[in-house]
């Protein structure tokens, strides 16, 4: 295949997202109509938490409930996609220390299979996740990410799947809360500007630069790892088409977007 597929970045947001209909989900269905149909997908996933690194070697990833106390009709969602273990076996091989294991039992979970559902609702791509290794600082993540790049020329699409601002602990129970918190949206803006121009230094710089507005934001740096992935696979030749900007239950960004020569 050559063409370079492009990259997403996703605000998952929460679960409920998977059976609503909304701008977010309206926008996820019409990105996947502009992009090429890709060979694989790679998710990078906020909800996939290891000590060292892990990509999922099963040939048929079984579906995660991650979550709890939630409608029943978020259980009776069913997406189990194809694995690929030669493409696990690539990204190993893409990394010289050899510092990734294959996990062949793990499935799929719901920071995948809640936009995937959207994205490619017939379940015919392969799936792989890659883990989030929770001993690595941010910047060693942005390293790890870069040499998943050649992906990009194989047909992989690689997904992001995060929130760029993400604190439960001070959400709204309004999922559609009409203002979001001050400190939620400087540091979204932050981030947005810091993507628009491709400054690494301030993505990997943001609680140095922001103080307490960075650590409202990011309490914990889960949800926020996945865009710095989406970054390192990042070509000069891309342009940035923010595909959904919006604030959910007032803490969550569910700000969206593609990377791509064409955007």
């Not at 942005?142 to 050649?150: A, N, R, S």
């Not at 929130?163 to 439960?168: D, F, G, Q, W």
């Not at 809360?177 to 001050?182: I, K, L, Q, R, T």
Request: hydrophobic content about 40%.
């Amino acid at each position: 295949m050559n063409t370079i597929m492009p990259v997403l970045f996703i605000g998952h947001g929460s679960p409920m997202n998977v059976i609503q209909e909304n701008d977010f989900t309206r926008s996820l269905r019409s990105i996947a109509s502009c992009i090429p149909k890709p060979e694989a997908i790679l998710v990078i996933s906020a909800h996939w938490l290891t000590q060292g690194t892990f990509v999922s070697g099963a040939e048929r990833l079984e579906q995660i409930y991650d979550f709890y106390g939630f409608p029943d009709a978020l259980y009776r969602i069913h997406y189990e996609p194809s694995g690929s273990p030669a493409l696990a076996e690539t990204i190993r091989q893409l990394v010289p220390d050899g510092s990734i294991s294959a996990d062949d039992e793990r499935g799929i979970d719901h920071g995948a299979w809640t936009i995937l559902k959207y994205l490619y609702p017939q379940q015919a791509v392969p799936v792989v996740q890659l883990s989030l290794d929770v001993t690595k600082s941010e910047r060693e993540h942005l390293e790890l990410g870069k040499y998943l790049g050649p992906l990009r020329m194989q047909g992989v699409l690689i997904i992001g799947s995060g929130n760029i601002v993400h604190n439960l602990g001070r959400i709204s129970y309004d999922q559609y809360d009409p203002h979001p918190y001050g400190w939620a949206e400087e540091f979204d803006g932050f981030v947005k500007r810091a993507i628009e121009h491709h400054t690494l230094d301030d993505l990997l710089a943001y609680q140095h630069l922001l103080g307490n507005t960075a650590t409202l934001a990011v309490p914990t740096n889960d949800h926020y790892l996945p865009l710095l992935y989406t970054e390192a696979v990042r070509q000069q030749s891309d342009g940035v088409k923010f595909i959904h900007e919006s604030m959910q239950h007032k803490s969550i960004s569910m700000r969206s977007y593609l990377l791509d020569a064409q955007a």
